[in-house]
């Protein structure tokens, strides 16, 4: 059985990347990985959409080596628990994580033989009508969403992928041809290779 590969999905706020991952995990065998945070359930989450830890356990979690990422946000923490990605890799899942740049960093740092995928919407213009669409956010935290985003951009240069986002349905096929062609790339058939190899010594 072929191990699974780690894809890691990230964007600015607006790009539309938890849209697209839902989709693609709906629409195509590939398993998406569940966050943990401290804060606690909004109306209509439960265990299907986040693991809800006390800060407690997260912390000692952090201690024990148990996230492949994690990060404190606006107070607080929130991670990618590294047991049910890797089970599901072993199992020959594809695992899907959505993440910001910040835990994705992490992540290739931790699993360097992942694949890095960025998505953007098709104009810095559109990035911006985007946030202002929301109207939830005062103009101090839409301003500072941006200047996040400007940061956020320039590290995509680190990344393996670009699935720009101009409509939904586009972007959401760009991740699944991303997604297949990924058994034809060489660094996942070396064993198939060395098969070859150990067939001539023999011969």
């Given at each position: 059985?072929?191990?699974?590969?780690?894809?890691?999905?990230?964007?600015?706020?607006?790009?539309?990347?938890?849209?697209?991952?839902?989709?693609?995990?709906?629409?195509?065998?590939?398993?998406?990985?569940?966050?943990?945070?401290?804060?606690?359930?909004?109306?209509?989450?439960?265990?299907?959409?986040?693991?809800?830890?006390?800060?407690?356990?997260?912390?000692?979690?952090?201690?024990?080596?148990?996230?492949?990422?994690?990060?404190?946000?606006?107070?607080?923490?929130?991670?990618?628990?590294?047991?049910?990605?890797?089970?599901?890799?072993?199992?020959?899942?594809?695992?899907?994580?959505?993440?910001?740049?910040?835990?994705?960093?992490?992540?290739?740092?931790?699993?360097?033989?992942?694949?890095?995928?960025?998505?953007?919407?098709?104009?810095?213009?559109?990035?911006?009508?985007?946030?202002?669409?929301?109207?939830?956010?005062?103009?101090?935290?839409?301003?500072?969403?941006?200047?996040?985003?400007l940061g956020e951009i320039e590290a995509?240069?680190?990344?393996?992928?670009?699935?720009?986002?101009?409509?939904?349905?586009?972007?959401?096929?760009?991740?699944?041809?991303?997604?297949?062609?990924?058994?034809?790339?060489?660094?996942?058939?070396?064993?198939?290779?060395?098969?070859?190899?150990?067939?001539?010594?023999?011969?």
């Amino acid at each position: 059985m072929k191990k699974g590969k780690l894809l890691v999905l990230s964007g600015p706020s607006g790009a539309g990347k938890s849209t697209i991952s839902q989709r693609v995990a709906q629409e195509s065998d590939i398993f998406l990985s569940i966050s943990a945070t401290t804060r606690k359930p909004r109306e209509g989450e439960d265990e299907n959409h986040y693991y809800f830890l006390t800060k407690e356990d997260f912390l000692t979690k952090i201690e024990e080596g148990a996230f492949l990422e994690y990060a404190q946000v606006y107070g607080q923490y929130y991670g990618t628990l590294r047991a049910p990605v890797l089970e599901m890799m072993e199992k020959g899942k594809n695992v899907l994580l959505e993440i910001d740049v910040q835990g994705s960093m992490q992540v290739k740092k931790a699993y360097d033989d992942c694949e890095m995928i960025f998505v953007l919407p098709p104009s810095l213009s559109e990035l911006k009508k985007r946030l202002a669409a929301r109207k939830s956010e005062t103009e101090q935290q839409y301003n500072l969403r941006m200047v996040k985003a400007l940061g956020e951009i320039e590290a995509a240069l680190q990344y393996d992928y670009l699935i720009i986002n101009e409509e939904i349905e586009s972007a959401v096929t760009q991740l699944k041809q991303i997604i297949d062609s990924l058994d034809k790339k060489m660094k996942y058939n070396r064993n198939f290779i060395q098969t070859y190899i150990e067939e001539e010594k023999q011969t």
